[in-house]
């Protein structure tokens, strides 16, 4: 392995011996800043810097090298496989900048990442609610309440519109507008930077506009933090809006259910409805017809499924 090489992942000559351990190197720095400035998805980022830390506390002071790369993932055995291939896609990445900076020539950069992801069998099935959980679960929030009012506004809005967390967190007043005589939220830009609007069901929208007027609000961000005397904020995270799912799908008997499964209850229920497939992959922001289909499991049928027909 070449000098380049090795400066991805050891301190440089004459560095205290205390930043070879429990603290980065201003090498492993540099690289994980470079890999956080390529990628856009705070969520992405988030598992990013997971994935290379703790690549950095097992080599402790090693090379990087194919080898290194196989015992990391030898390492993670105990773990879903997309769990390992997300953290393999974040050393992919690495060492993608490093050779765009010039600290890996482009062979050794192939060899190192010539490291096969886990393979997964089947498919994920995913969680999704029925028309009547779904129901349910809207009539959890208290809507005599400021709170419930949003509460209501972000569960309408996540099981009626099919918005990912992050979209809805960043969803503004403005973007909510009208169209052929119906409201829309226009041009939103979701994942990939991927543009698209997204038709509001009138009872989604009625909900909007009790927490509106409810919350006094004219411009801004849809969604805010409310405390607990009562007074509205300037914002609400992606985080909180789980919170709100996690804790309202409890309240009906449903555990580790969070914002993502809303968005397939929506696609599911579409589909379910005669939705045309298409327009659903509109809804959704889906780039292509195929990872729509992915996402609904249209080739498997759970609830009349093909052997519920056996007659034994």
């Given at each position: 392995m070449s000098e380049t090489a090795e400066i991805v992942l050891v301190a440089p000559p004459g560095a205290p011996e205390s930043t070879k351990s429990a603290e980065l190197t201003p090498a492993q720095r540099q690289l994980r800043q470079m890999v956080l400035d390529s990628v856009t998805s705070p969520h992405s980022r988030r598992n990013y810097v997971k994935a290379l830390d703790l690549l950095f506390t097992l080599a402790a002071g090693r090379?990087?090298?194919?080898?290194?790369?196989?015992?990391?993932?030898?390492?993670?055995?105990?773990?879903?496989?997309?769990?390992?291939?997300?953290?393999?896609?974040?050393?992919?990445?690495?060492?993608?900048?490093?050779?765009?900076?010039?600290l890996l020539s482009a062979e050794e950069a192939v060899s190192i990442t010539d490291v096969p992801n886990i393979r997964q069998s089947g498919k994920r099935l995913g969680n999704w609610l029925t028309k009547e959980q779904a129901r349910e679960l809207l009539q959890v929030p208290d809507r005599s309440t400021l709170k419930g009012k949003r509460d209501y506004a972000i569960l309408a809005l996540l099981v009626g519109c099919a918005l990912r967390r992050r979209e809805l967190a960043n969803l503004t007043i403005e973007e909510i507008q009208q169209r052929e005589n119906r409201w829309?939220?226009?041009?939103?830009?979701?994942?990939?930077?991927?543009?698209?609007?997204?038709?509001?069901?009138?009872?989604v929208k009625q909900g909007i506009n009790a927490w509106q007027t409810a919350a006094g609000i004219q411009e801004g961000p849809l969604l805010r933090s409310v405390n607990k005397v009562g007074k509205v904020?300037?914002?609400?995270?992606?985080?909180?809006?789980?919170?709100?799912?996690?804790?309202?799908?409890?309240?009906?008997?449903?555990?580790?259910?969070?914002?993502?499964?809303?968005?397939?209850?929506?696609?599911?229920?579409?589909?379910?409805?005669?939705?045309?497939?298409?327009?659903?992959?509109?809804?959704?922001?889906?780039?292509?017809?195929?990872?729509?289909?992915?996402?609904?499991?249209?080739?498997?049928?759970?609830?009349?499924?093909?052997?519920?027909?056996?007659?034994?």
């Open positions: 090379p990087l090298t194919r080898a290194l790369l196989m015992e990391y993932r030898s390492s993670m055995e105990d773990l879903a496989p997309s769990t390992v291939n997300v953290r393999l896609a974040a050393v992919r990445k690495m060492v993608s900048e490093a050779k765009r900076n010039g829309v939220i226009a041009d939103l830009r979701g994942k990939g930077g991927r543009i698209r609007t997204v038709a509001v069901p009138v009872w904020g300037e914002s609400l995270s992606d985080w909180a809006i789980w919170a709100v799912v996690t804790e309202s799908a409890k309240q009906i008997g449903i555990e580790r259910f969070g914002a993502h499964d809303l968005r397939r209850t929506c696609a599911k229920l579409c589909r379910k409805a005669g939705g045309d497939l298409e327009q659903i992959k509109f809804l959704l922001g889906h780039s292509s017809i195929q990872t729509t289909e992915r996402y609904l499991g249209s080739e498997q049928e759970i609830a009349v499924a093909v052997n519920d027909s056996l007659g034994l």
